[in-house]
């Protein structure tokens, strides 16, 4: 158990400051951009193209060449990774899952490669990771210092944050094992809610297993909180204090966005022929808690999932 957690505050101010998103365009990095905007933060982003529409100043990249345009490293202060193809849209076929893995080694190696080259040393970079580390544990309570899973989702995350530790040679790294990302505008909760709009719930084979989750806004928060707070570098689980059961989630649509919905069984072998290997990414049971957070003081705004649920759907967020 992690017993030296206790918050350093040094009350740093984020205003002013200046930091390089990459994948600042999906979801997540679209709603942290505005976030740390918000903050007098000033936010640009890495992308494969050109954004001339884009509210951000945005600088090209290619990971898969390991090229990057390297004035967008000139003054930063914080580099945040968010890049990675989606776990979750297509099936795992044996190229998508070496582009899975080989994305998020490929984004890292390119800031690696640029950071050695021009010197540059940020206050810190923060990466991306996923609570798909710790596998399929069933009842298993699981903090920061459990042990990783087996799989493909478990190899992967061990393999991505292996890549992100090569930073450490230029600045603090820090790595967040993001859960279930709950969102209205995109990620995984409109396709779950959707369908209680027609009054039906899948439980997902049991429905038993544990899904770690989180706010969006709330895992913006974590991502300020780790700028500010320099003494929890190292890993960190980007996720609600109370994971909940799959059935249990069910209910919380119903109640916190209020479609009732009659729960129908989608049993396991009939997703595994749907979905094939991808099918883990719904049946694994993970029970993983923000120990580190909470040992810290850091206050979630939405800790409870009803509630949650319901300020996404009134907010629209």
Avoid at 66 to 94: F, P
Avoid at 138 to 143: F, P, R, S, Y
Wanted: glycine share 8%; with cysteine.
């Amino acid at each position: 158990m992690l017993t030296n957690c206790k918050p350093i505050y040094n009350n740093m101010s984020l205003e002013g400051k200046s930091v390089l998103i990459a994948g600042g365009t999906g979801l997540i990095g679209t709603h942290l951009s505005s976030y740390l905007t918000d903050l007098g933060v000033k936010v640009s982003h890495l992308s494969r193209s050109k954004q001339s529409k884009s509210p951000y100043t945005t600088y090209t990249w290619n990971p898969a060449e390991h090229k990057m345009d390297t004035e967008a490293l000139k003054g930063v202060d914080y580099i945040i990774n968010l890049a990675g193809a989606g776990v979750a849209d297509g099936r795992w076929t044996r190229a998508r899952k070496k582009l899975i893995l080989q994305s998020r080694l490929d984004s890292a190696a390119t800031f690696e490669k640029h950071l050695a080259e021009t010197g540059v040393k940020p206050i810190a970079y923060l990466s991306a990771s996923a609570v798909g580390y710790y596998g399929d544990r069933g009842e298993d309570l699981l903090t920061e210092e459990s042990k990783p899973g087996t799989g493909f989702l478990s190899e992967t995350t061990v393999s991505w944050e292996k890549a992100a530790d090569a930073m450490e040679k230029y600045c603090p790294v820090y790595k967040v094992r993001i859960g279930l990302v709950l969102s209205t505008r995109g990620g995984a909760l409109p396709n779950m809610a959707n369908p209680q709009k027609l009054g039906v719930g899948a439980l997902m084979g049991s429905g038993k297993q544990f899904y770690p989750w989180i706010h969006i806004h709330d895992l913006a928060r974590i991502f300020e909180y780790l700028m500010e707070n320099r003494n929890l570098n190292g890993v960190v689980n980007g996720t609600a204090p109370v994971p909940v059961r799959q059935t249990d989630l069910v209910d919380a649509i119903k109640k916190g966005m209020n479609r009732p919905a009659l729960k129908l069984p989608a049993p396991s072998f009939v997703l595994k022929t749907m979905l094939g290997e991808m099918a883990t990414a719904v049946l694994d049971s993970t029970r993983a808690v923000p120990e580190r957070l909470n040992k810290a003081g850091f206050e979630f705004q939405h800790a409870e999932i009803v509630e949650a649920l319901r300020h996404l759907k009134e907010n629209k967020i």
